[in-house]
Every structure is written in structure tokens, then in C-alpha cells.
């Protein structure tokens, strides 16, 4: 026999090779010291090998149980068009929002939303097959959702009709940029309402995981919020003391929470780009209820940016005010704004 | 046939996520698509569900780097944020480098010699990979001896390389 080839010793080492073969190589390589040789070093050559693929080790978790993969979760599929539809869907908001100071005027009256389910348009029938299967935390935020969405214009309820409040409520899909865009005839047409009126829904938007990064997406999550806009003076009785921010940044603008909890957000412009937000309240006031438009986070696949911009927000008492900080920065970075954090002048 | 399932699941889920994992890189991202997969399987069941799991594994997989190319382009144009870094003991940068710079060599493998390797480390035997790849079983042996030796090659010049930066 010649002298045995590489794919022979690696089949050989690896109990491989079918046993005639394996007869004949033995063979050879008793008598012949070369192969012999050969043999020792592929053998450490195998070992090196599987060592150097075992420094690349994903952490080992337990497996879920098989039971729960019941329904092929195709959602990682949605998400690109799903990122896409979003963020369309967000630019238009953050076109409208960026209106920005001229929403000052508009009344802080229940205006009508346009609720915007990206899923059912894209959605194929094996999707909404899988849909009945939401991630637990997904159902929870967005009942919440559907409830504080009350579309009561012609626009507005046709839309929803379209989706059907069923399909909305009960079947909420896996993945979705949800947004509510003030409908830009609503905005001009807006009459003057009463205060009393119901309180302007808040405005959820959520990321979508694939692109969680997009600035457009950060920035329409900071701006979008469509809590009331309130003056100083309310501000400060609602607060019991001056709205805190941070000194030298100009103040955008006040809001105070649409449920009454008595949450007031001071947002404060940065630069020219970036806004940031910070929420206050008395420390002692009731925490249950307290509803901030945080994104809902509902899937740990969000990236990085998302998870510091959403899951801890950083917070701190000043003075008689528990503050929260919010804005499209680092955690590094929000935490040296809200230690500055102090009375605005 | 549910229980042959998952009986696979109980001695394939590790190997799949590990094999999942040298391709994305990510081992959440991993799990996910080794659960998909699973699903899946629980749906067709496929006869030879080992094999089944580690094609369709294979093509998502494919998917996901498509995928996360298209991604890395689109998030090229945002204005990027220094990521905070944590103090990391020195054993978990030291893994890091190491995890780097196995990645880095696989990566100058050719896709086929790194999937009969990425297969054989999975737990697959040469008939399986035959199977998957379309090479002659008889050829698994050479391929697989070309990739381990190029994959400790690479890795040793990546090593060094990276000392001689460091030293340079």
C-alpha cells in the first residue's frame, strides 16, 4: 500500500473510515514510520481544531421546552418589511410632530388618531396562522393600546374598521410599528375643544427589532409624544414646585400626562437633532397607573440602542420630584444630564 | 412522528445552536433560529429530522446574513454612539479575542470546507454530510482535513498578526 493521504488519516482519526480501510491503513502505518509520523501530528492537528471551534461557544442556556416551539415563530421573517413599514410610517409622524412648536396651539383636546397596524398589510396567511401566539409581553401593552386608541372621527374609525377592532384587539400580530399620526386635516381643522375632554391618546411607538437603531425611529419615539402640552404655571401646581431640567438647555416644550397621574415632561433640545426628555412627578405621588410612552419592549432581539432607550430609564429624586431621563443618547450620557438635573430658572 | 422530535431535540438543540451560532454570531439570534427550526420541524416532520433541522438551519442562517448585510448598510448612515464598554475581567476580553479571531478564521475557509467542519463539529457523521454538502463521501475526509489545517493556520497568523500590531 502507498502511503496513506490526508483524507484517509482525518477519516481514520474521526472513526470514519469503513473497517476494510481502516484494516489496510493500520497496517501500513505499523510498518511504515513516516505515515506514523503524519498520523501523530493530523492527530493533534484534529484536536487543535476542535479546541480553537470550542473557544467560539455560544453561552449554553437551557432549551425551552419543546412544547412551546408548537408555532413556527416566523416573525424574524416580518421583521425587515416590518422595520421598513415603520419607519415610513414614523418619518410621516416625525414630519408632523416636527410641525413642532405649531402644535402649541392646537388645543389640548382629545384629537382623533389614526391607528396604523403595519402587520395586517403585510401579513401572509402562515403569518397570521402564527399570530395567535404573540410573546407574552406583547399582549399586555398593546390591550393597552387598543384601549386608549378611541378613534372618534370619520377617518379614524374607518381605518379601524378596515383592520377590524377585533383582529386588533384579539389577535395582536407578532411584530409591529404601531404609530398614531394626527391626520394632517385634523391638525388644520381642529376646533377649539374643552378641557375636560378626554385625554389625548399617547402615541406608542415601537421599533421594530431588526432596525431598532434607526435614528428616524429614535427621534419620531422622543418627539411623538402627544401628551397635552401644558404652560409653566399648570406645570408647577401639578407639580407642587418649578418642573426641573437640565440648566442651560432650552426648554421644547411641557407636557403633562394624559391619565392624570400627575406626570409632567419637560423636553429640552439638545442640539438641533436630538431632544431630550425628562419626566417628573412628586416622589410621592401614587406610582400605580403612572404610564410613560416608553416603547413596549417585547422582544429581547431589540438591539442595543432600543434596550438603553426604553427598558431601565434612568431615574432620580430632585428636590420633592422623582425624574426620569429619556432621550436618544447613552446611558453614560443621560446620567450625567439628569445629575445636573435641577429647578429650571 | 412528535416523539422522534423530540428525542432530536433533547440531543440536537446544543449541537444546532452551536452550529447556528458560527454563522451568525449571535447567540440569541442562534437560539431563535434553532427554535424556528425545531417549530418547523414539529410541522413537517420531516423523516430524517437531524438532517432536515440542519439544512433548513443551514438556509436561515444564509437569510439572516443577507439580512444582517442589508442591515449594517442601512445603519452605516446613522451617527453611531461609542459604545459603553463594562469592565470586563481580563478572562472575558481574553475569550473575546480568542472568539474573534476563531471567527476570523473560519471566515478565510471556503464555504464548503467550513460547512463540512461546522457539520462535523455539530455531530454529524461523513454519510450526513455527504448528504447535506453533495460532496462524495469519500471526499469528506480530504475536506475535512483541508479545513481544519487552514482554519489552525489562520488562526496562528491571526494571532501573531495581532501581536505584531500590538507590539509595532
Excluded at chain 1, 14 to 37: I, M, N, Y
Excluded at chain 1, 62 to 77: D, K, S, T, V
Excluded at chain 2, 87 to 95: H, M, N
Excluded at chain 2, 134 to 158: H, K, S
Amino acid at each position: 500500500m502507498s502511503h496513506v493521504d490526508d483524507g484517509a488519516l482525518h477519516a481514520y482519526l474521526d472513526g470514519e473510515l469503513p473497517s476494510a480501510e481502516r484494516a489496510a491503513l493500520e497496517a501500513h502505518v505499523a510498518g511504515c514510520p513516516d505515515c506514523r509520523a503524519r498520523l501523530t501530528e493530523e492527530r493533534a492537528l484534529v484536536e487543535r481544531a476542535s479546541l480553537l471551534l470550542g473557544l467560539a461557544q455560544p453561552v449554553e442556556r437551557p432549551a425551552p421546552p419543546l412544547h412551546q416551539l408548537r408555532q413556527p415563530r416566523l416573525l424574524w421573517r416580518l421583521r425587515v418589511p416590518l422595520a421598513w413599514a415603520a419607519s415610513v410610517v414614523l418619518a410621516l409622524g416625525l414630519g408632523y410632530s416636527l410641525r413642532g412648536p405649531s402644535s402649541a396651539a392646537i388645543p389640548e383636546a382629545a384629537s382623533p388618531v389614526v391607528a396604523i397596524d403595519a402587520s395586517p398589510l403585510l401579513a401572509t396567511e402562515e403569518d397570521r396562522a402564527a399570530a395567535p401566539a404573540p410573546k407574552a409581553t406583547a399582549s399586555a401593552p398593546r390591550q393597552e393600546l387598543s384601549r386608549t386608541n378611541q378613534p372618534t372621527d370619520g377617518l379614524g374609525a374607518g381605518l379601524e374598521t378596515k383592520t377590524g377592532p377585533d383582529s386588533f384587539a384579539r389577535t395582536p400580530p407578532p411584530v409591529s410599528g404601531v404609530v398614531a399620526i394626527r391626520p394632517r386635516a385634523e391638525l388644520r381643522n381642529a376646533a377649539p375643544a374643552p378641557v375636560a375632554a378626554a385625554p389625548a391618546p399617547i402615541i406608542v411607538t415601537e421599533s421594530p427589532p431588526g432596525a431598532a437603531a434607526d435614528l428616524a425611529v429614535l427621534r419620531g419615539r422622543l418627539v411623538a409624544t402627544e401628551w397635552p402640552i401644558i404652560r409653566r404655571e399648570p406645570a408647577r401646581r401639578m407639580l407642587g414646585s418649578e418642573p426641573v431640567g437640565v440648566p442651560g438647555l432650552a426648554v421644547r416644550v411641557i407636557r403633562r400626562s394624559p391619565t392624570g397621574d400627575g406626570t409632567v415632561l419637560v423636553e429640552q433640545q439638545l442640539d438641533s437633532s436630538t431632544v431630550i426628555q425628562l419626566f417628573q412627578r412628586p416622589a410621592s405621588a401614587e406610582v400605580a397607573g403612572y404610564v410613560t410612552p416608553a416603547p413596549m419592549r417585547f422582544d429581547r432581539r431589540a438591539a442595543g440602542v432600543q434596550e438603553r432607550a426604553s427598558a431601565d430609564r434612568l431615574a432620580r429624586f430632585v428636590g420633592p420630584l422623582r425624574v426620569e431621563i429619556a432621550g436618544p443618547l447613552s446611558q453614560d450620557s443621560l446620567n450625567r444630564l439628569l445629575e445636573q438635573v435641577q429647578p429650571l430658572p | 412522528m412528535p416523539e422522534d422530535i423530540a428525542d432530536v431535540y433533547r440531543s440536537t438543540y446544543r449541537a444546532l445552536v452551536r452550529f447556528l451560532y458560527r454563522k451568525v454570531w449571535d447567540a440569541e439570534r442562534a437560539e431563535d433560529l434553532a427554535q424556528e427550526a425545531f417549530a418547523r420541524a414539529l410541522v413537517h416532520k420531516p423523516e430524517n429530522a437531524r438532517g432536515w433541522l440542519f439544512v433548513v438551519a443551514a438556509n436561515m442562517a444564509r437569510d439572516e446574513a443577507r439580512r444582517a448585510a442589508r442591515e449594517r448598510r442601512h445603519l452605516t448612515l446613522l451617527k453611531s454612539e461609542p459604545e459603553t464598554v463594562g469592565s470586563s475581567p481580563e478572562d472575558e476580553i481574553d475569550a473575546d479575542t480568542k472568539r474573534t479571531q476563531v471567527r476570523a478564521a473560519l471566515d478565510q475557509l471556503t464555504p464548503r470546507d467550513r460547512e463540512a467542519l461546522l457539520l462535523w463539529d455539530a455531530g454529524m457523521s461523513y454519510d450526513e454530510i455527504a448528504a447535506q454538502t453533495g460532496l462524495a463521501r469519500g471526499a469528506i475526509g480530504t475536506t475535512l482535513a483541508r479545513a481544519r489545517r487552514r482554519l489552525v493556520e489562520a488562526y496562528d497568523a491571526g494571532i501573531e498578526g495581532g501581536q505584531h500590531v500590538a507590539r509595532g
